[in-house]
């Protein structure tokens, strides 16, 4: 077993918390579910889940309108703290860890939002973020200012909805998810490892059998970001079909269950998996090195269910390469979950994008009331080895608590039990994380 905790680690964590408070304070003004003023798109919370993930809704110092043109500014910044408990297998594996203890930024971020008021309005969106990145193969950490969002959606009629320009592809649930406001602090190493999160493309959508499924398809190809002729970068093929077999959340509750699917050519012939366990200031020894390869496929299969405050979910993600090489290796990637909200509602859910949306408070901390409170535990694995690739592999149980002080500030704290076992070597390591998310 592992080892406790030193009293520093200990001792750090309570100011950690006190600090974190005082921080989101200023920042928890809020119009919360029951104060939404009249005339607010009741899908906001499901918009700023898909498409823009942590666009909070307008206030007047933030937003524009015109005949043409309306938008919203919004920011968002994640302050991170972590202490790491090791046994003595973790210190001769990964060293000491202290190092990794310091209080980083993890992602700064500024956009706008908005729609072009056509007769049938379309949406658009662009973000950015500095020092804002991935955990993923495809995003560098030497990144400064990172373009995260540049699309526009069109509605089609009947047909759905086109969206071009650089988004999230869909692949899961998890990616479609708000990053900011997600059950866990970080998103599961698999899905960090083996997808990336954004690519340039045209996609279209539409849901179906009154608004109980939804199909997502699309293309896509990075060459604009990536410095590579459109010929010599990969390309993707992706879709996404989700359904409601059961939509009652006032009788047995709602069963959502997805199934994607992916396909993308490899240029310039070698691939690359990479992550840390679901912490951000972490050493990354789960990596695959470069190796060759044709092309690769996933296929991922989601369910979720939700009944009043309670929330269960989990995904399962397969990841096979074509690379005779090395044995044409697949990789496998799972986590499941189960949440509890102990003093509030159901996550909000969309039918018509198949997307869980973001908690928000029906009585703010700021407004007088205590927010909402969300705890759980979380279970996820990760393995990088077969074939002739030698990646590693881990899992992690984690213990879930978050306080959602508003629609626009989360205070979460997770704990996690790491195993890794990489180059036959087995450790076991604890850590003890702090997020302070806000939205302005």
């Known amino acids: 077993m592992p080892n406790m905790p030193g009293r520093r680690g200990m001792n750090a964590m309570p100011r950690l918390v006190a600090l974190a408070v005082c921080l989101a304070l200023p920042w928890t003004t809020s119009v919360s579910a029951d104060e939404k ?15 823009a993930p942590e666009a ?18 919004f920011g968002g910044m994640a302050l991170d703290a972590v202490r790491y408990a090791q046994n003595p297998a973790s210190r001769e594996q990964l060293g000491d860890l202290t190092e990794y203890e310091v209080p980083v930024i ?10 072009f008021n056509f007769k049938r309005p379309w949406r658009w969106y662009v973000s950015g ?9 495809d995003r560098s950490e030497d990144d400064a200012w990172s373009l995260f969002d540049l699309w526009v959606e069109a509605p089609l009629g009947s047909i759905g909805w086109l969206t071009v320009g650089k988004f999230k592809e869909p692949l899961s649930m998890e990616r479609l998810m708000g990053g900011g406001f997600m059950p866990g602090i970080e998103r599961a190493m698999g899905t960090d490892a083996l997808t990336p999160s954004r690519n340039v493309g045209v996609q279209l959508g539409n849901h179906f059998a009154n608004a109980r499924m939804t199909w997502t398809a699309g293309v896509f190809n990075d060459w604009a970001f990536t410095g590579e002729s459109f010929d010599r970068a990969a390309s993707q093929v992706i879709g996404r079909v989700t359904g409601l077999p059961m939509n009652s959340p006032d009788g047995p509750g709602l069963l959502h269950l997805g199934v994607s699917g992916r396909y993308s050519d490899v240029k310039p012939g070698v691939l690359r998996f990479k992550t840390t366990p679901e912490v951000f200031s972490f050493p990354t020894v789960l990596d695959t090195g470069e190796f060759p390869a044709r092309s690769m496929t996933h296929g991922l ?12 979910g989990g995904e ?3 990841t096979r390469v074509d690379s005779p090489e090395y044995g044409d290796p697949v990789f496998r990637s799972t986590w499941v979950q189960a949440s509890w909200i102990l003093n509030g509602d159901s996550r909000p859910y969309s039918p018509k994008r198949g997307v869980f949306g973001v908690l928000s408070p029906k009585r703010s901390v700021s407004n007088g009331g205590r927010g909402l409170f969300e ?11 077969d074939g002739a690739v030698r990646g590693g592999e881990a899992s992690r149980l984690t213990g879930v608590f978050n306080w959602y002080l ?16 990489v180059d036959n070597e087995e450790s076991y390591t604890q850590a003890f994380q702090l997020r302070l998310f806000l939205l302005f």
């Open 37 to 51: 003023p009249e005339g607010a798109d009741p899908e906001q919370d499901v918009i700023s889940t898909e498409a």
């Open 56 to 73: 909070p809704p307008p206030r007047r110092w933030n937003a524009f309108e015109s005949r043409w043109i309306s938008g919203l500014f």
């Open 106 to 115: 993890r992602v700064m971020r500024l956009g706008l939002a908005g729609t």
């Open 129 to 137: 973020a500095y020092r804002g990145f991935d955990q993923g193969f």
């Open 301 to 312: 299969f989601e369910a979720y269910y939700q009944k009043g405050p309670l929330w269960l």
């Open 316 to 318: 399962y993600l397969v």
């Open 375 to 385: 705890v759980g535990v979380r279970y996820s694995a990760l393995d990088l080895e």
């Open 406 to 421: 508003t629609g626009r500030s989360l205070l979460a704290f997770n704990y996690g039990l790491i195993r890794l076992d």
